[in-house]
């Protein structure tokens, strides 16, 4: 488990600690889910076959996406390559066919980030899945966090090796809107969207850089599909997939806040620019809310009002993150200040559900590992 979610999820324990007292806490610590009768196990199976349905669906969803992005890298990089990656050359002489290339994998990228983020609570929170969600979206660059780093090394078409350079949605999308110099095409400032001003993202990628991480984009989704098919879910899985997530609002209200969609121009945050951090926020807890409902009437079982209360918090954290949304796509500018004042607020609602969420998992005899 990735070293932040495990201290959320540490901290959702301790609060369940002191507000139910430690014996219950203990008395779910010390059961195990093999322990359920087999009738029990076989009903459980049964109702979290749902959340590997959504998975399954929504990951072929974002294989087919991220196969696009590939071709679409790799038209670019040809183009780039018969220039002899001459950047400023190949703008002047075919900007329509530059244009159109950088256009395709942009319309790419924005087709599979939101597919990613609608299973990250999934992926992120089940310990067989959750070194994808470090490749994929979450890990950092070995340069910025040696002890959370991605675990592998870019291989360009060219030879150059980028020593773990962060997760592969970052690089591909730093990439993409010229965010980071060294994944931008050198000496070339393109008006791609022609209203003969400079913009945010007029920029060509580094097509080595592009290339060799959209294709590892590809096929480590791949290899997440052939892992998901392989997984066999269970309700200690699913609640611990939403207690790890749940309570993770503060880390993603962050980045927003440090994002181009808070701070503007002072932003010197690399990703998170293409789509605001809102919006994944809204498509994480609609993965969730996927998961809670194959676990709802387990929870339901040992205290219907508790089952139907922790559902309805859920949608009412997604409705106040869809709020900010819609008034931030209205035009609203939130402050750096706003944005942290939002963020508690989202954190406290989630902190609560994730405490009800361990008692419930404590009156189903289910451990939550750390």
């Known amino acids: ?22 014996p219950a806490a203990r008395q779910g610590a010390a059961s195990s889910p093999s322990a359920s009768p087999p009738a029990a196990s076989a009903t459980a199976a049964t109702e979290v076959a749902a959340v590997k349905d959504y998975l399954q669906t929504t990951l072929a969803q974002l294989k087919s996406a991220t196969a696009e992005l590939a071709a679409a890298a790799e038209a670019y990089y040809q183009l780039a390559k018969a220039a002899g990656f001459d950047y400023a050359a190949l703008w002047q002489r075919q900007p329509d066919q530059v244009r159109a ?8 990228w924005k087709a599979a980030s939101p597919r990613y983020e609608q299973v990250e609570g999934i ?8 070194e994808y969600d470090v490749i994929l979206d979450a890990g950092a660059s070995g340069e910025e966090d040696p002890a959370n780093a991605v675990p592998f090394d870019l291989r360009l078409p060219d030879g150059r090796v980028l020593p773990k350079p962060g997760n592969l949605f970052g690089v591909t999308e730093s990439a ?25 993202g007029d920029a060509l990628p580094e097509a080595n850089v592009l290339k060799a991480a959209a294709a590892e984009l590809d096929r480590y989704t791949g290899e ?18 939403l207690v790890v997530m749940v309570p993770t609002m503060s880390e993603y209200f962050e980045s927003w806040k440090n994002s181009r969609f808070v701070a503007g121009e002072q932003s010197t945050q690399r990703d998170f620019v293409a789509i605001s951090r809102l919006a994944d926020i809204q498509d994480i ?6 998961v809670y409902a194959a676990v709802k009437p387990a929870v339901a079982q040992v205290d219907a009002a508790q089952a139907e209360q922790i559902e309805r918090e859920l949608a009412d954290l ?50 939550i590992e750390e």
């Open 224 to 241: 997440l599909q052939q892992a998901a098919a392989a997984w066999q879910p269970n309700r200690e899985d699913a609640l611990t997939a």
């Open 176 to 200: 993409l809107w010229g965010t980071f110099a060294d994944y931008r095409a050198p000496n070339v400032t393109p008006d791609l969207n022609g209203n003969g001003t400079t913009d945010f």
């Open 285 to 290: 807890l609609s993965g969730l809310q996927v």
């Open 123 to 130: 992926v992120a929170g089940v310990a067989a899945l959750a």
């Open 1 to 22: 488990m990735h070293p932040l979610r495990r201290a959320l999820l540490c901290g959702a324990l301790l609060i369940v600690l002191s507000a139910c007292g430690a």
């Open 101 to 108: 290339a950088v256009e395709r994998a942009r319309a790419a």
């Open 318 to 367: 997604k409705a106040f993150v869809a709020d900010v949304y819609r008034k931030e796509q209205g035009g609203q500018r939130f402050t750096p200040e706003e944005a942290d004042l939002l963020g508690a607020e989202a954190q406290n609602r989630a902190t609560a559900i994730t405490g009800k969420l361990v008692q419930a998992a404590a009156q189903l005899n289910i451990t």
